[in-house]
């Protein structure tokens, strides 16, 4: 079954670096887009990042432009992302996404199980 | 970017029907999909493109659009229903993504 496991949070002082793993199996990791996906304490859902199958295309909210980089290893069917310059406001679950889009619908029909990182000094 | 917006609460009366609505430009162009999110839960998809369930989504649930306005309606609420739906949707340019700010569904 598709599965995705999230791992790599943590507490973390402004300013300073951290980088989220989202490990998948079950599927073809390569011929999907992914996603982070985050939700800070009692907030609503923001997206974070997408990136294409190959790794080639790679879209970010206005957020985290510049702070961010989303990649992935397809040989090693897992998602990243880079987290730099973090600040209290990126304290949020962080949750990585299959995109199983098609047409003009771009579902995530799967989602990990959430990372908590909380930006504290 | 666009925005989707949702109306942040709706309550229904246990086996009564509600309907979920989400306003945005870029749902002229792309269909919306539906989340529901239980307390400390991942969010889960519920609805997508025209009018499709994933596997293990009951029937009570369905959607539906028109113009810049996408719907989820649950017909015939259940206790177990009760949570925050989101809609989600790639924005105008395509290249961005955007979801709606939650409704919280109460079922009385």
């Known amino acids: 079954q598709v599965q995705l496991v999230e791992s790599g949070g943590g507490v973390v002082q402004p300013g300073r670096s951290l980088r989220l793993s989202c490990a998948a199996s079950?599927?073809?990791?390569?011929?999907?887009?992914m996603h982070w996906v985050r939700q800070a304490p009692g907030k609503g859902l923001e997206w974070v990042t997408i990136?294409?199958?190959?790794?080639?295309?790679?879209y970010y909210a206005d957020s985290v432009k510049g702070r961010f980089t989303i990649s992935r290893d397809n040989s090693k069917n897992t998602l990243y992302l880079q987290m730099n310059s973090l600040r209290a406001e990126d304290t949020a679950v962080y949750y990585c996404?299959?995109?199983?889009?098609?047409?003009?619908?771009?579902?995530?029909?799967?989602w990990g199980q959430g990372m908590l990182v909380t930006v504290s000094s | 970017s666009s925005e989707l917006t949702q109306d942040p609460a709706v309550s229904v009366a246990l086996g009564q029907t509600v309907r979920i609505t989400c306003q945005g430009d870029?749902?002229?162009?792309?269909?919306a999909s539906w989340y529901q999110q239980k307390p400390g839960q991942a969010p889960r998809l519920v609805i997508y493109?025209?009018?499709n369930r994933p596997s293990g989504i009951p029937d009570r649930f369905s959607g539906s659009s028109s113009g810049n306005t996408a719907s989820l309606t649950i017909t015939g609420a259940q206790a177990e229903d009760e949570a925050d739906y989101y809609c989600?949707?790639?924005?105008?340019?395509?290249?961005?993504?955007?979801f709606g700010g939650g409704t919280k569904l109460t079922v009385l």
């Open positions: 990136i294409s199958y190959d790794g080639n295309t790679k």
């Open positions: 996404a299959r995109e199983n889009g098609g047409g003009n619908s771009f579902p995530l029909d799967y």
């Open positions: 079950g599927f073809t990791f390569s011929t999907y887009a």
């Open positions: 870029s749902l002229r162009g792309y269909y």
């Open positions: 493109g025209k009018n």
């Open positions: 989600y949707s790639r924005d105008s340019s395509a290249n961005h993504v955007v």
